[in-house]
């Protein structure tokens, strides 16, 4: 078969591994070259070898059924999924099963995400637009694996979830917005979500998560340090959809939480993210027992408090929380420390406290390498170094 010929004639010029190619208009006799790109793109991830490169030409896929990833690379041949040069790929799961489940009924795990990432290891995403799934991302009991510039929108499901034993995993620039899931009425669909797992090593930077239906970050039952660094999150929890009864619970960065018999101590790491203009709380330690690391983030213009970090040993330090709703900016108790954060220096904290409270810039296009445009939002009037910063 030519794919595989191509194959062995780059390994034998010591290339690392070969490309695929795959478009929406190929076909099913096509080979998966350049001239004869696959149709399917679960084709060419049953034909692909550790160190392949996965080529989508640009356009839209509509697979009837999701894609499933069960294979293992090592760090020196990694699996790639890309785009074709400049080319923009998308992938419209409304053709999957699940694109909604019924109300109340559940969704089998095989058929979560438009990408099923399931005991698969060293793949590699880049520039992909994944929407209208049944979940976009599932990565489950699988490690080692990296996500760059997704884009996960309107899915019926969360956008982006790890879950089981998961670790190793970064997730850098995430678009993830307007997810919902209509079988539980928005009881259950992030931005991003860890769940009911454990597993070291996973990192979420640079993203933003907004407008979906429950939480942007919900880390529910995940007992192993996740670390979360300059993302933002707002407007989630908000009934979009006109789900009756609603269950969306609206946080920015929703940091444990499980049934109580299941609650585990997820030692998390929190910094340089700002949560503002959610429905309900900033950040908050829902349950989570551990000790988590709270620094430099901003909680503002969210219609309940602030921070609220009542259950765990977590350390809050130079953070600010301003212009929040509730009864008080932040509720502190327990366990949990604060110093240096605006709640300990005092003082007035109201939009005038800062140099910008427009958000166009942060909710703009990013820079050519995925991070989000460095602005003025929400940085203090008095040049202090508290509070996170995209600068
Ligand atoms: C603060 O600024 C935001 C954004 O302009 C505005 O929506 C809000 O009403 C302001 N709040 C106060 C108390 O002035």
């Not at 074709?84 to 419209?92: F, G, L, P, T, V």
Request: contains cysteine; hydrophobic residues 35%; proline residues 4%.
């Amino acid at each position: 078969m030519l794919a595989r010929s191509v194959i062995f004639c780059a390994w034998l010029l010591g290339c690392q591994g070969a490309d695929i190619f795959v478009s929406p208009t190929g076909g099913s006799t096509e080979i998966g070259s350049l001239e004869s790109p696959f149709g399917s793109i679960q084709k060419a991830v049953d034909t692909a070898q550790p160190g392949d490169i996965i080529f989508l030409r640009g356009g839209t896929y509509v697979p009837s059924v999701n894609i499933q990833i069960t294979k293992k690379g090592t760090s020196s041949a990694r699996f790639t999924i890309r785009p074709y040069e400049s080319e923009k790929a998308i992938i419209d799961g409304e053709n999957m099963p699940g694109t909604p489940s019924a109300v109340g009924e559940s969704l089998a795990n095989t058929n979560r995400g438009i990408f099923h990432i399931q005991n698969a290891a060293y793949w590699q995403f880049f520039d992909l637009e994944l929407k209208n799934g049944p979940y976009g991302i599932y990565n489950r009991d699988a490690s080692n694996n990296h996500f760059e510039r997704l884009v996960t929108h309107d899915n019926y499901e969360t956008g982006f979830q790890l879950e089981g034993a998961s670790s190793n995993n970064v997730v850098l620039y995430l678009d993830s917005y307007r997810n919902r899931d209509p079988r539980k009425n928005g009881e259950s669909a992030d931005g991003f979500a860890c769940k009911e797992g454990s597993g070291t090593g996973n990192v979420l930077r640079g993203a933003r998560l907004w407008d979906n239906v429950d939480d942007g970050l919900d880390l529910w039952q995940f007992g192993s340090p996740v670390t979360i660094e300059d993302t933002i999150a707002w407007g989630n929890g908000v009934n979009r959809w006109g789900f009756s009864p609603f269950e969306g619970d609206g946080n920015g960065f929703k940091l444990g939480g499980g049934s109580a018999d299941k609650l585990v101590a997820g030692n998390h790491i929190v910094r340089n993210c700002i949560a503002f203009s959610n429905l309900k709380k900033g950040f908050i330690d829902n349950g989570n027992p551990g000790a988590l690391t709270i620094e430099r983030n901003t909680a503002w213009d969210n219609g309940d408090q602030g921070f609220v970090f009542k259950s765990s040993k977590s350390v809050l330090k130079n953070n600010i929380a301003a212009v929040n709703g509730g009864s008080s900016q932040v509720s502190i108790a327990g366990a949990a420390t604060s110093s240096c954060n605006s709640w300990n220096i005092g003082g007035t904290w109201n939009n005038a406290t800062f140099k910008s409270v427009d958000d166009p810039v942060v909710k703009g296009p990013r820079d050519t390498g995925g991070e989000i445009q460095g602005s003025n939002f929400l940085l203090p009037t008095s040049g202090t170094a508290i509070g996170a910063t995209t600068l």
